[in-house]
Nanobody
């Protein structure tokens, strides 16, 4: 059973930066595309960014140019560098496979951006 553990969230002022981490245990993800997703209160979970096994990346339009996804296969970890944060980035952030399959969600990490 794969376990995903997200970390690195926190409270930051508008314009600030955070770096999120997600580590997978119970399975290696070297051959899989991985993604970051987020869910704001009252909203559905939405796609943020994804990275393929070869390192190709794609981003939601709302974060393009501000967020960077990366991965370290040796550490079974995927990262999300978030710069120029805005209040509308406030959400719980999760990682998972991309596209979604049957991996369970982790607990997520809360990101709160104050104006």
């Amino acid at each position: 059973q794969v376990q995903l553990v997200e970390s690195g969230g926190g409270l930051v002022q508008s314009g600030g930066s955070l770096r999120l981490s997600c580590t997978a245990s119970g399975s290696t993800f070297i051959n899989y595309a991985m993604g970051w997703y987020r869910q704001a209160p009252g909203n559905q979970r939405e796609f943020v960014a994804r990275i393929t096994s070869s390192g190709s990346t794609n981003y939601a339009d709302s974060v393009k140019g501000r967020f960077t996804i990366s991965r370290d296969n040796a550490k079974n970890t995927v990262y999300l560098q978030m710069n120029s944060l805005k209040p509308e980035d406030t959400a719980v952030y999760y990682c998972n496979r991309y596209p979604l399959v049957n991996w369970s969600w982790g607990q997520g990490t809360q990101v709160t951006v104050s104006s």
